[in-house]
């Protein structure tokens, strides 16, 4: 079946600081592959997203490159703010049979001033 | 306006009491998902529906039922609680299609005494 791997948090980084959140998967065909974030008290949201191999999604200064020699959809950003502080899912949807997703296990970031 | 609303917010009821968490949507989407979250353990698929006629079970399916009253509405039950399903609980929905994201609600948080 799919998975989805992440690695497990917290992550804590001071402000400006290089932040990479490592997404592993399984699946079979070519899924989309997705980053939510889970601000605090809030629902999920969706941050970016990546519908083929070697595509990059990218928003609010995040970026993430579909590999799929790999099966990594790595989560990266520059500089990071205490307002990135939040939860960080990797998700993906198999292009096979009824398109459920299926979400890692999120990974909590911890940005200090 | 939200464009995924749940009621109630926060609940705490007693072990044994029958409890219906209820949301609506207004994106016009026919696919609608319960979640429920727990620390270290992410997202775990409770039930979705793809239309008003179409109930699937997720991978945690005891010890809940769900109604889809209307296209716009998903409706999660616990018949009779217990304490371990004390959680966080999201209604997410989407449109048809690998490439198309999910649109979380902002939970209810259920305390089972």
């Known amino acids: 079946g799919n998975s989805v791997t992440q690695m497990e948090g917290p992550v804590t980084l001071s402000e400006e600081a290089f932040l990479t959140i490592n997404c592993t998967y399984t699946?079979?065909?070519?899924?989309?592959l997705f980053w939510y974030v889970q601000y605090p008290g809030e629902g999920l949201q969706l941050l970016l997203k990546?519908?083929?191999?070697?595509d990059k999604g990218s928003n609010k200064g995040f970026e993430a490159t579909y590999r799929k020699e790999t099966t990594s959809f790595h989560l990266e950003k520059g500089s990071v703010q205490v307002s990135d502080s939040a939860v960080y899912f990797c998700a993906l949807r198999d292009a096979g049979g009824s398109y459920i997703p299926t979400f890692g296990r999120g990974t909590s970031l911890i940005v200090h001033p | 306006d939200a464009d995924v609303t749940q009621t109630p917010r926060n609940r705490i009821t007693k072990t044994g009491k029958r409890i219906m968490l209820e949301c609506s949507q207004t994106k016009g989407h026919d696919r609608m998902y319960w979640y429920r979250q727990d620390p270290g353990l992410g997202l775990r698929l409770i039930y979705y529906s793809f239309d008003v006629k179409d109930i699937n079970k997720g991978e945690i399916s005891d010890g809940y039922s769900v109604s889809r009253q209307a296209q716009a509405k998903f409706s999660l039950s616990l018949e009779s609680a217990i304490p371990n399903q004390t959680a966080l609980y999201f209604c997410a929905t989407s449109d048809l299609g690998q490439g198309n994201e999910q649109f979380f609600g902002p939970g209810t948080r259920l305390t089972v005494l």
């Open positions: 990546a519908t083929k191999a070697d």
């Open positions: 699946a079979t065909g070519y899924p989309s």
